[in-house]
Every structure is written in C-alpha cells, then in structure tokens.
C-alpha cells in the first residue's frame, strides 16, 4: 500500500511570511498532483509533476518534485490570507493505479 | 452546470438507514470517482467508473456501500445500514479520459452525518 504524509499538519503564520510544506512517501510515483480545498468545497488542482527534479512555479507558488520521486514540497512566498485552506497531495503509482491522497496540511493565513 | 455536482449537500441519516447519494460528473467526462473524506483527512478512495462500467472498487469499506452509474453519466453512491462510522464528506470527481495522470474536478461534496 503506498502511503503519503504530509507535514507540517497545521500551520499558522502572518500575511507576508514565505512557507514551505513536505510530501514523503517510501513509494515511488509516477506523477504528484498538489491541491488545495477550502471549507465546504471539493479540493482544486494546483499543478501536477510527473518527471524527477522537476520544479513548477504558479504565480507565488512553486512546486518540486524529488529526484527520486518520492516526495514533494510546495513553497509560498510572501503568503496572502487567500493562500488559507487545506493543502494535499495526491500520488499516483506506476500502473495506472488510482491516486491515494496525503493527509493535508491545514495552512491559516493571518492579515 | 460547468463543474460537478453533487446532492444533497448535507444529509443527516439515523442509524440503520438507507441513504443514496448523487454525483452528476461534468457532461463528456469518462471516468468517475468516488472518495470519503473523514474529518481532518485526505480523501480515500472509494470506487472508479469508466463510463458505465465499474472498473475499480477496492476502496468501498463493506458490503453495505454499493456504487452505480447505469448510463454513464450520472452516478449514485448508496449506503446501506447506515453506521456512525460512516459519517463523513462523499465527493465524487470525473475526469475527461481515464485514471492517471488526468486532472481531477471535484464535486463540493456530501456531508452525511449518521446519528
């Protein structure tokens, strides 16, 4: 069973500060998708990488892929009180497999 | 609608009761996902469509969750039996082809809470 966590679990910071939140699996990938759900609300993709040491960037967020894909990480710059809502990530395995989620990190930004 | 739909919204069931839930994927979309999402967690996969066929239902928890989408389009989760521990969000997403790496839109959910 491939399984994938998440860290931190909750974050708290100020409007302004950059961020940084991890994906980790044992498991291999062939591709991570990073979404974002807010309350009451189904999750939206951010950004899928398929290709090891691949990086992403959407506007202030940029998105890596390890060289070995097995984890991930999703950096905020300058976070603004829109960025709040739960993070997750999503992995899929190498035979079409379904995708299995992370956990979530629940990000608050304070204006 | 351009996006999934999903209803009711919210649904508030006694224990031991039967409950359905609908999912209405995006028009032209093939395959169709179902998912739990607990309190606090990620979604975890439930059961996969392809079209009308079921492909996939290694995620339903028991035999009392069946799934069906007879014409392809739109899909009903349903419950039997209903526990406490059931109590959770249902989304349902679609994608346009197939599992993979296609991008996933989510429905807002059902939050069915069992008393």
């Known amino acids: 069973t491939q399984l994938l966590e998440q860290s931190p679990q909750f974050l708290s910071i100020q409007e302004g500060e950059n961020l940084t939140v991890y994906c980790n699996s044992s498991s291999v990938f062939s591709s991570l998708q990073w979404y974002r759900q807010e309350p009451g609300e189904g999750p939206v993709l951010l950004v899928t990488v398929v290709t090891g040491g691949e990086v992403k960037k959407l506007k202030r967020l940029t998105f890596q892929f390890g060289d070995a894909r097995k984890d991930s990480s999703l950096h905020i710059t300058a976070a603004q009180p829109g960025d709040t809502g739960l993070y997750l990530c999503a992995g899929a395995g190498n035979y079409g497999q379904n995708f299995v989620f992370g956990p979530g990190t629940r990000l608050s930004v304070l204006p | 609608g351009a996006g999934v739909s999903q209803s009711p919204r919210y649904k508030v069931a006694k224990r031991g009761q039967d409950v359905a839930l609908r999912c209405d994927p995006i028009?032209?979309?093939?395959?169709l996902f179902w998912y739990q999402q607990a309190l606090g967690q990620g979604p975890e996969f439930l059961t996969y469509?392809?079209?009308?066929?079921?492909?996939?239902k290694s995620g339903l928890p028991s035999d009392r969750f069946f799934a069906e989408r007879p014409e392809g389009s739109v899909s009903t989760l349903k419950i039997q039996r209903t526990q406490q521990e059931d109590s959770a969000v249902y989304l349902c997403?679609?994608?346009?082809?197939?599992?993979?790496?296609?991008?996933?839109?989510f429905g807002p959910g059902t939050r069915l809470t069992v008393t």
């Open positions: 028009s032209g979309h093939v395959s």
């Open positions: 469509f392809q079209n009308e066929a079921q492909l996939d």
């Open positions: 997403a679609s994608t346009l082809a197939g599992r993979g790496r296609d991008e996933q839109y």
